[in-house]
């Protein structure tokens, strides 16, 4: 391989005269090169002329291609300590100038937005998309809620200001963009041939903006990979989830039952599918009122320090004297209390107690009981401060429609303050999400057509059927579905 071959095949791509180019490069992968990479980079200048500009990332260690363009006569150094890159040519002065200035280090007016509004091009010599870094700028311009602001750097600008400066939206740790070399190619519009041993790829930056932006409506994690074992990625795509749940009128929260057994694996497991309120009914394998008092307080703080909120507290049986626990759960500032019906002891003190410890108080449904009992219930209590925490498979158990009857043909609806998410048949037989007879998807969606406020809570019939992580994933598919 020598300069004249290179620049042949460089021009057969389709680079010509006048051109922009971003160059990513690996002289290692191209072979044996008379003279070396200093022939490559001479190469390329060859066929864009002194009219063109080839640009550079110098953010790092990354071949000596880099290095000998940064390092030639009259090259162009952007300002930047995290996202620099060097140029050479008539417009290597516009693509670096204030770089660091930029609210971001590789989106809006930073030099790798600035080649595709130039019409510039993308070419990867013998890597791969992973060492795309315009990839981030996609990322960057469509603010991925993972994305998180970078550390405060002190360095020095070219006017001799020595500053201290972060940028919002700054990539993180590992990224998946090998998966979207296919999509490009598929696309029709990269280019590819071959330079030696190594493989060259050949794009429009503005091209591959758009082709992977409109990607990323449907795919958000696009730039992550599917790897359980990458912790990376998990949390970057909780990130995603926690954003896509937080669009709704309703707060999402899951069963502690649900989540794990012991304390450490439901946060990691919260953590992991991007669910920052819990709902405390089983902890390690017990009904929340086994545990001594200390143990939930103690279970309440270590949720509180991995910033998990303690929502509630469900009692899988009425108790015959509540007054020990919900001293428990208000020194532990659990804001609500969740009982199950049918109703048993002094209603009228345990609610008195409630009150005067400002806990609100919950009734949960189950098979026990029929939609018509529990209007009648409620209208006993006559306590303004009491809700009901609406099961829909609790009533598919009882023999009802819980969308066509129990809820639409009673004042329930007025009642409710959370819906516990879970599915089964009328044999009681759990089911996933929208495969059973508890009409998970028309409640939701009536619900969300007047902005339910209250608490959807991932219940714990759910870990019959699925973890949190898959029921997470159902529950988002099943929203985005309607």
């Known amino acids: ?18 051109d922009i180019v971003l160059l990513h490069s690996s002289i290692h992968a191209v072979g044996p090169v008379d003279g070396g990479a200093d022939t490559v980079v001479d190469a390329f200048l060859d066929v864009i002329g002194a009219e063109g500009t080839l640009v550079v990332p110098t953010f790092g260690k990354l071949g000596i291609i880099t290095e000998i363009i940064s390092s030639r006569k009259g090259a162009v150094k952007s300002c930047h300590p995290l996202a620099s890159v060097a140029a050479i040519g008539r417009k290597a ?51 991925l809620p993972y994305l998180k602001k970078s550390r405060e750097i002190t360095f020095d600008t070219p006017d001799g200001q020595n500053i ?8 993180g740790p590992h990224r998946d963009f090998i998966g979207l070399d296919k999509i490009l190619r598929e696309s029709g519009k990269m280019k590819t041939a071959s330079i030696g041993n190594a493989v060259i790829r050949l794009i ?13 409506k449907k795919h958000p994690d696009f730039a992550l990979c599917t790897n359980p074992s990458c912790l990376d990625c998990t949390l970057q795509r909780a990130a995603i989830t926690r954003n896509r749940l937080g669009k709704e ?24 599918c991007g669910i920052d309120n819990v709902e405390l009914d089983y902890i390690n394998g017990r009904p929340i009122q086994m545990l001594p008092s200390e143990k939930i307080k103690q279970t309440v703080s270590e949720f ?57 108080l ?62 089964c048949l009328f044999d009681g037989t759990p089911t996933k999400l929208a495969n059973g007879n508890s009409e998970i998807k028309e409640l939701i969606s009536i619900l969300r057509c007047s902005s339910f406020s209250g608490i959807v809570v991932l219940g714990p019939l759910n870990r019959c059927t699925a973890t949190l992580e898959e029921c997470t994933s159902d529950f988002v598919s099943l929203l985005d579905s309607m």
């Open 1 to 18: 391989m020598n300069r004249s071959s290179i620049s042949k095949w460089i021009r057969k791509l389709g680079l010509k005269k006048g």
């Open 93 to 143: 002065k516009k693509i670096c100038a204030a770089h660091w200035e930029a609210a971001t280090g590789h989106g809006e007016d930073t030099p790798y937005v600035r080649i595709a509004e130039m019409g510039g091009y993308i070419c990867l010599l013998g890597v791969d998309q992973d060492r795309n870094t315009t990839l981030h700028s996609i990322e960057e311009l469509l603010r």
């Open 164 to 171: 201290k400066k972060s940028w919002d939206f700054f990539p």
């Open 204 to 216: 429009k930056s503005k091209d591959m903006i758009e082709t992977v932006v409109e990607h990323a």
């Open 249 to 272: 009128s309703f707060k999402t929260a899951a069963s502690a039952a649900l989540a794990g057994k012991y304390v450490p694996e439901m946060i990691e497991n919260l953590h992991r």
């Open 304 to 360: 509180s320090s991995e910033n998990i909120k303690t929502i509630s507290m469900r009692l899988s049986a009425f108790p015959d004297d509540l007054s020990e626990i919900l001293k428990t759960a208000s020194d532990a500032g659990i804001p609500e209390f969740v009982l199950p019906f049918p109703l048993r002891g002094d209603i009228s003190r345990f609610l008195k107690d409630a009150g005067v410890m400002k806990i609100r």
């Open 362 to 423: 919950s009734f949960f449904n189950n098979e026990n009981i029929s939609s018509g009992m529990i209007e009648k219930t409620f209208k006993d209590i006559n306590n303004p401060d009491t809700s009901l925490s609406f099961s829909p498979a609790g009533f598919t158990r009882a023999g009802e429609t819980p969308f066509l009857a129990s809820f639409s043909k009673t004042r329930l609806r007025k009642l409710m303050s959370r819906i516990y998410v879970e599915d």
